[in-house]
């Protein structure tokens, strides 16, 4: 008598293989019963209320803001030429290192320390010297150019 063809892990792997496909349908069933397929319109739509939150229910016509087209202002509004900043600064050099060839300067204006290099520099400087300067965007941060020295 010849033995049996099947083993414990081919019984194992199809019963794996039955619970798959049972599962397969169940979760098809599912979704053919969940679908929005025959549903109105109506019963999709999600509403934002005025605090900007999800609802199923439309918001109600009477809370309705009225906005004026002229009140949305979409550019930005022309500056007024006579409040350009002045370009030309005043300040003290609070350090200066010759060395290395550069240093800062407190804005008299502002208060605010800004780097300035060497190669920005018109007069040669020392520290705690009164200078006019200009104000440019270097790769850190501002950055005085045009650094010249005041008589005072």
Request: charged share 40%; hydrophobic share 25%; aromatic share 8%.
């Amino acid at each position: 008598m010849a033995k049996s063809q099947e083993t414990f892990n081919k019984k194992e792997r199809e019963k794996k293989k039955q619970k798959k496909r049972q599962d397969k349908k169940e979760k098809q069933v599912e979704r053919k019963a969940n679908s929005t397929k025959g549903k109105s319109l109506e019963q999709e739509y999600s509403y934002v209320d005025e605090y900007g939150n999800y609802s199923s229910t439309p918001p109600d016509p009477n809370k309705k803001q009225k906005i004026k087209l002229e009140d949305i202002h979409v550019s930005v509004p022309k500056q007024d030429p006579s409040l350009k900043p002045d370009v030309n600064r005043t300040g003290r050099i609070t350090f200066f290192n010759e060395d290395k060839g550069f240093g800062f300067i407190r804005d008299d204006q502002s208060q605010d320390s800004v780097f300035v290099h060497v190669s920005g520099m018109i007069d040669q400087v020392r520290e705690n010297a009164k200078v006019t300067f200009r104000v440019e965007r270097g790769h850190k941060g501002p950055t005085a150019v045009d650094v010249k020295a005041v008589a005072s």
